[in-house]
């Protein structure tokens, strides 16, 4: 299921609101393949498939940029090659353009949910009050996914908001893994007959059109207008799943109904392919990171010790290159696979002059990186 889902999605958008020419790098389905060939699944599983030796990757979620994600692998390069030398494993070496595949298909896997609990959707139909107005969830089409009920539910949105008033019925919100739940509840209820159900999990580039052509940039443009949020704020922790992301939506739709008609608009309708897209685009909206602050580059320099071993522009030469000069300094995501592949080499290093490993936090190596770069001759 992991391999038909990766291979029916494809990186290539461009970056919206962020960087309008920066395009993702590679499909998944290459970063799927290294992640075999290369030897993590020997240690690493993807939801449940693979090694139990390290984390299962498709169950932690790697937020942030992608040199957030490169700072997660970096900063367990030490303690992952311990493990590679204890069970026998040759260490992969990887090249800048392996180490994007492998970023973004680690950036990928997040988006997809587990299976849902039916039993604890059948609550939430009842809870949730859904029960009032569909009387019979067995109606509802077989094949139910996340993406029909979004589409079914936005669409019918602003006439189940003015029922539901009347009625005195709150608003159901749904939190976590709960519209899974409500989903595989209808999929075992449903006795009706199936319909055609948009079956990919959306593609980022198309959802940017999506994005401008139902109006959304009118209010989530990236302007000055704080009464509605920037959509490509890190901060907003929008690097959800696909089911979370449709759950913010539908939790939020209130607000927005009131918003159209503040403006006198109407409400846009989508199909699942357009809500699927749309829910890509935001959820890689901050694939890319933002421009470096090369103040604090130059402090985590001295902070991290790499002045230990490497010179910038000149001075006494250590045990590493001059990396002004370097020629694998050309981008971040060389310098990150060169830290990788010299792991071993930087570890008897440092300890020997008693260094500690780098940890990065969030943004720590955009800066970093961006530093080195930006005194590259």
Avoid at 233 to 258: E, I, K, Y
Avoid at 265 to 292: G, W
Avoid at 337 to 357: D, G, L, R
Avoid at 360 to 370: A, P, T, V
Wanted: proline share 6%.
């Amino acid at each position: 299921m992991r391999i038909f889902l990766v291979s029916m999605f494809f990186i290539v958008a461009s970056h919206g609101l962020v960087s309008a020419q920066q395009n993702f790098p590679q499909s998944p389905v290459q970063g799927d393949r290294l992640f075999s060939e290369k030897g993590c699944s020997k240690c690493h599983s993807i939801l449940g498939q693979g090694g139990r030796v390290g984390h299962d990757l498709g169950k932690i979620n790697l937020k942030g940029s992608r040199l957030d994600v490169a700072s997660a692998m970096l900063n367990n390069a030490q303690t992952m090659g311990n493990k590679m030398r204890e069970m026998k494993i040759i260490r992969p070496h990887l090249t800048g353009t392996e180490i994007e595949s492998l970023i973004a298909f680690l950036y990928y896997v997040n988006y997809f949910d587990e299976p849902g609990n039916s039993t604890s959707g059948k609550s939430l139909f009842k809870d949730r009050q859904c029960i009032r107005c569909h009387t019979d969830p067995s109606s509802f089409p077989r094949g139910m996914t996340p993406i029909y009920l979004a589409k079914t539910l936005w669409n019918h949105g602003p006439r189940m908001w003015t029922q539901m008033s009347r009625q005195g019925i709150p608003w159901p919100r749904f939190e976590g893994m709960e519209m899974m739940d409500l989903v595989a509840f209808l999929r075992e209820t449903a006795r009706t007959e199936s319909v055609a159900m948009y079956g990919s999990p959306g593609n980022p580039n198309e959802g940017k059109k999506v994005f401008r052509s139902k109006g959304c940039p009118q209010c989530h443009g990236g302007h000055d207008d704080r009464t509605v949020p920037n959509l490509a704020d890190p901060t907003l922790g929008l690097q959800v799943s696909l089911t979370q992301t449709v759950s913010r939506l539908w939790n939020h739709a209130p607000q927005m109904f009131s918003r159209f008609s503040e403006k006198g608009l109407e409400a846009p309708h989508f199909t699942e392919r357009e809500i699927a897209d749309l829910v890509a685009y935001i959820y890689f909206l901050n694939y890319f990171d933002s421009p470096p602050d090369l103040t604090a580059g130059r402090k985590l320099f001295a902070e991290k010790q790499c002045s230990t071993c490497h010179s910038l522009g000149g001075g006494i030469q250590g045990a590493g290159p001059d990396l002004s000069v370097s020629q694998k300094s050309s981008s971040s995501i060389d310098m990150v696979a060169a830290m990788w592949n010299h792991t071993p080499f930087m570890h008897s290093v440092m300890q020997e002059k008693e260094i500690p490993w780098p940890r990065f936090d969030r943004g720590e190596l955009n800066n970093l990186l961006g530093y080195i770069q930006s005194l590259k001759k």
